[in-house]
Nanobody, 121 residues
Framework: QVQLVESGGGLVQAGGSLRLSCAAS????????MGWFRQAPGKEREFVAI????????YYTNFVKGRFTISRDNAKNTVYLQMNTLQHEDTAVYYC??????????????WGQGTQVTVSS
């Protein structure tokens, strides 16, 4: 069992930065790939980024490549999402999830409650 708690969301101006954190409980955190997803009002949840269990591999959706960076610290049971050059279109609730290496939400076993990111234009 893994419990996930996101933090770090907030209101930021376009062009600004935020760093999201996702703290995990449970001794099996380091065995899971970790993903970040987001959901804007009226839209479906969409994949943002993923990192492998040991941090050796990462993958991003096209619209965040070069702007967002995913990382993890297994000693701290935490995964991060550094978001730079934020755009109004990045406004959404951001969720972290633990599961298999996949961009599909249904392949993840555990989800956090989400953290709101609002980018003002």
């Amino acid at each position: 069992q893994v419990q996930l708690v996101e933090s770090g969301g907030g209101l930021v101006q376009a062009g600004g930065s935020l760093r999201l954190s996702c703290a995990a409980s449970g001794r099996t955190f380091s065995t899971y790939a970790m993903g970040w997803f987001r959901q804007a009002p009226g839209k479906e949840r969409e994949f943002v980024a993923i990192i492998s269990w040991n941090g050796g591999n990462t993958y991003y959706t096209n619209f965040v490549k070069g702007r967002f960076t995913i990382s993890r610290d297994n000693a701290k049971n935490t995964v991060y999402l550094q978001m730079n050059t934020l755009q109004h279109e990045d406004t959404a609730v951001y969720y972290c999830a633990a599961g298999r290496w996949s961009t599909t939400a249904t392949m993840y076993d555990y989800w956090g409650q989400g953290t709101q990111v609002t980018v003002s234009s």
